[in-house]
């Protein structure tokens, strides 16, 4: 156990509807990341917030977007899905305060795109 | 783009036999990083390296970094049923500071498979 959760757990979803995911942050970190793990594949960085600001971005387009709420919680919102969105999504949390910090990832979102 | 590349793929061995995986990345890095991922959950970090240390142990995890080679190796001793998972190498580029920490870029990970 992480600290780290994410909801929900599985999603089932048509080509062409939005979807929100959310992580919930370990206690007392600033910064979240998200990735997507394509069935067989290893994570791909989408993007990471940094004190409720977008601070890097992967190679994904913009209606893959995200929020960071004051309690650090997150959010990742998904428009205009298409079948190879198909993934697990995974947050990851760490806390920036200068040098490396260890991340810590939670269970996942599996989205399924039909 | 996937940075790191696992080799082999697939690994099958016997409990108590060692398990090595290694892993080859494109880019100077910072530091690199290995997790574990059980079915498809979440990943689990295990040890990380500096780009300026050449080998590291955690328990039965021993780890090496080869930067002129741009390739590191996890080693896994006396392996045991629960050790069967996909692992990963992930790493942070060298010009990375402060919250680019968190952009880790990821190979393609081994899968484990340690019979009893």
């Known amino acids: 156990e992480t600290g780290v959760t994410q909801s929900p757990t599985h999603l089932i979803k048509t080509r062409g509807q939005q979807v929100t995911l959310r992580c919930s942050s370990q206690?007392?970190?600033?910064?979240v990341s998200w990735y997507q793990q394509a069935l067989g594949q290893g994570p791909q960085f989408i993007f990471q917030y940094y004190r409720e600001e977008e601070n890097g971005r992967g190679n994904f387009p913009p209606r893959f977007s995200g929020l960071q709420f004051p309690n650090y919680s997150s959010e990742l919102n998904v428009n205009a899905l298409e079948l190879d969105d198909s993934a697990l999504y995974l947050c990851?949390?760490?806390?920036?305060?200068?040098?490396?910090?260890?991340?810590?990832f939670g269970p996942g979102t599996r989205l399924t795109v039909l | 783009s996937q940075q790191g590349e696992e080799d082999p793929q697939a690994l099958s061995i016997q409990e108590g036999e060692n398990a090595t995986m290694n892993c080859s990345y494109k880019?100077?890095?910072?530091?690199l990083q290995w997790y574990r991922q059980n079915s498809g959950r979440g990943l689990v970090h295990l040890i990380l390296i500096r780009s300026n240390e050449r080998e590291k142990h955690s328990g039965r995890l021993r780890v090496t970094l080869d930067t002129s080679k741009k390739s590191s190796s996890l080693l896994i001793t006396a392996s045991r049923a629960a050790d069967t998972a996909s692992y990963f190498c992930?790493?942070?580029?060298?010009?990375?500071?402060?919250?680019?920490?968190?952009?880790?870029?990821f190979g393609q990970g081994t899968i484990l498979t340690v019979h009893p």
């Open positions: 990851a949390s760490k806390l920036t305060s200068g040098g490396h910090n260890e991340q810590f």
């Open positions: 880019t100077s890095i910072n530091n």
């Open positions: 992930a790493t942070v580029p060298a010009n990375a500071g402060g919250t680019s920490y968190g952009k880790l870029t």
């Open positions: 206690s007392g970190h600033n910064t």
